[in-house]
């Protein structure tokens, strides 16, 4: 769940939005926009997948964003740059962010210990002298990890429907009346004694020492900041995140958004999947629309360089600082420069190439977003609908492709004179 599994303030918004017609270049902008909607529009033909957003960025702002195919394939309802879709484990950024808000504030320091926070313990069995972190849990090496009841009971059916055949999908869904409070959750999992607590539940190595990526982890983060802050981690990140970047249609929840933008979401093509929610919603759960995107991908490449709006320079520097090294994995991809998990900030992953970003997949959800630090230039695209195919891997990764050529395109044609 959460990875992509594939084969092999005023001046913050106006430097942040879509740019328009009518300044200088904008005939050569406009024939590169139309261009790239063409070559976007023809790999989609090759299927695989229903509908799709996308966004292009640098530090001056939105150079590009659209959406391609269908958000209803029955009723031939198309996808758009303001179709909502949740973006799974790309939340997980969210959650960085608002640890640096949240200790700009002085509601808690990255190396406090958890137990300052929460209302119950949590210790790994094996080292219960070691304390576990914020920077712990905001770099995975809490040595917290994600057991069978995580998968089993997290996700919740919206409505109260039967869910139609079987799906391919190590997730349960789950009843309406199953939702029970984040912190209820947490207890359970976590707290030695409690219905689903699991000594597998974290890893044989001390706190600090093991990369173990953790959707529970990033979870009982988030909880962290909502003890910590005195606010609801929902709250807490629309008032100073999702407000001040104006991302208007975006929110944690479906009863946040416009539902009548919403894409379905699909297995396959011709699987249509139940509407869901997750009780862990801060590791997967924000919902978006690819116009939104483009405006934080935007803050986050100025944030890399200096310039950002939702903090401090400084903050800035650790929300994006290298946390670990060598020792600190028993592995590393070296084989797909968008594989977010060779380093870490706080929740932001480095490639081995050192491109920042993340990934994201859950149930009818695959999404990626990352940025050239070099080049000041990112990508950010979601698909709504699951694949497990090599085609449809070749497919996402030409998408992919596609837009790191015109990225570097449309920053050239939209340069000041």
Same mark, same amino acid.
């Given at each position: 769940?959460?990875?992509?599994?594939?084969?092999?303030?005023?001046?913050?918004f106006?430097?942040?939005?879509?740019?328009?017609?009518?300044?200088?270049?904008s005939?050569?902008?406009?024939?590169?926009?139309?261009?790239?909607n063409?070559?976007?529009?023809?790999?989609?033909?090759?299927?695989?997948?229903?509908?799709?957003?996308?966004a292009?960025?640098?530090?001056?702002?939105?150079?590009?964003?659209?959406?391609i195919?269908?958000?209803?394939?029955?009723?031939?309802e198309?996808?758009?740059?303001?179709?909502?879709?949740?973006?799974?484990?790309?939340?997980?950024?969210?959650?960085g962010?608002?640890?640096?808000?949240?200790q700009?504030?002085?509601?808690?320091?990255?190396?406090?210990?958890?137990?300052?926070?929460?209302?119950?313990k949590?210790?790994?069995?094996?080292?219960?002298?070691?304390?576990?972190?914020?920077?712990?849990?905001?770099?995975?090496?809490?040595?917290?990890?994600d057991?069978?009841?995580?998968l089993?009971k997290?996700?919740?059916?919206?409505?109260?429907v039967?869910?139609?055949?079987?799906?391919?999908?190590?997730?349960?869904?789950n009843?309406?009346?199953?939702?029970?409070?984040?912190?209820?959750?947490?207890?359970?999992?976590?707290?030695n004694?409690?219905?689903?607590?699991?000594?597998?539940?974290?890893?044989?190595?001390?706190?600090?020492?093991?990369?173990e990526?953790?959707?529970?982890?990033a979870?009982?983060?988030?909880?962290?900041?909502e003890?910590?802050a005195?606010?609801?981690?929902?709250?807490?990140?629309?008032?100073?995140?999702?407000?001040?970047?104006?991302m208007?249609?975006s929110?944690?929840s479906?009863k946040?958004?416009?539902?009548?933008?919403?894409?379905?979401?699909?297995?396959?093509?011709?699987?249509?999947?139940?509407?869901? +929610? #997750? %009780?862990?919603?801060? $590791?997967g759960?924000?919902?978006?629309s690819?116009e939104?995107?483009g @405006?934080? *991908?935007? +803050? #986050? %490449?100025?944030?890399? $360089?200096g310039?950002?709006?939702?903090?401090?320079?400084?903050?800035? @520097?650790? *929300?994006?600082k290298?946390?670990?090294?060598?020792?600190?994995?028993?592995?590393r991809?070296?084989?797909?420069p968008?594989?977010?998990?060779?380093?870490?900030?706080?929740?932001?992953?480095?490639?081995?190439?050192?491109y920042?970003?993340?990934?994201g997949?859950d149930?009818g959800?695959?999404?990626?977003?990352?940025?050239?630090?070099?080049?000041?230039t990112?990508?950010?695209?979601?698909?709504?609908?699951?694949?497990?195919?090599k085609?449809?891997?070749?497919?996402?990764?030409?998408i992919?492709?596609?837009?790191?050529?015109y990225?570097?395109?449309?920053s050239?044609?939209?340069?000041?004179?």
């Open positions: 769940m959460k990875k992509i599994l594939l084969l092999f303030v005023f001046v913050s106006y430097s942040c939005q879509q740019k328009t017609a009518g300044t200088k270049g005939d050569v902008e406009t024939s590169l926009k139309d261009s790239l063409s070559a976007l529009k023809e790999v989609y033909k090759e299927g695989n997948f229903n509908g799709f957003g996308v292009i960025a640098n530090q001056d702002g939105v150079l590009y964003n659209e959406g195919g269908y958000a209803n394939a029955e009723r031939k198309k996808y758009t740059r303001n179709t909502l879709q949740p973006i799974a484990s790309i939340s997980k950024t969210f959650i962010i608002a640890l640096m808000k949240a700009e504030m002085g509601k808690l320091k990255l190396d406090d210990p958890i137990s300052k926070y929460l209302p119950f949590v210790v790994n069995p094996a080292f219960p002298d070691v304390p576990i972190t914020i920077r712990h849990l905001a770099t995975h090496t809490s040595s917290i990890t057991t069978d009841f995580y089993q997290a996700w919740v059916l919206m409505d109260n039967p869910v139609n055949g079987k799906f391919d999908y190590p997730q349960q869904f009843l309406p009346s199953s939702k029970i409070a984040m912190e209820v959750f947490l207890r359970k999992i976590l707290v004694g409690e219905e689903w607590y699991s000594k597998d539940g974290f890893v044989k190595h001390k706190p600090g020492a093991y990369y990526y953790s959707n529970i982890g979870t009982l983060a988030a909880f962290v900041i003890k910590a005195g606010e609801c981690y929902d709250m807490f990140t629309a008032k100073y995140i999702i407000k001040p970047l104006r208007d249609s929110g944690w479906y946040d958004i416009d539902v009548s933008k919403r894409s379905m979401l699909y297995e396959m093509p011709g699987k249509v999947l139940p509407f869901y +929610e #997750l %009780i862990t919603y801060p $590791d759960g924000f919902i978006t690819a939104d995107m @405006k934080y *991908l935007c +803050e #986050l %490449i100025k944030g890399f $360089d310039k950002g709006t939702l903090l401090e320079k400084e903050s800035y @520097k650790e *929300l994006f290298q946390q670990l090294d060598k020792n600190n994995f028993s592995e991809n070296e084989q797909n968008y594989n977010e998990e060779y380093n870490t900030g706080l929740f932001m992953g480095f490639s081995y190439k050192g920042v970003g993340h990934t997949g149930a959800v695959v999404s990626m977003l990352f940025f050239d630090p070099k080049t000041k990112g990508r950010f695209l979601m698909i709504n609908t699951s694949f497990s195919t085609a449809g891997n070749d497919q996402f990764y030409r992919w492709d596609i837009l790191g050529d990225s570097k395109k449309l050239v044609g939209n340069k000041k004179p």
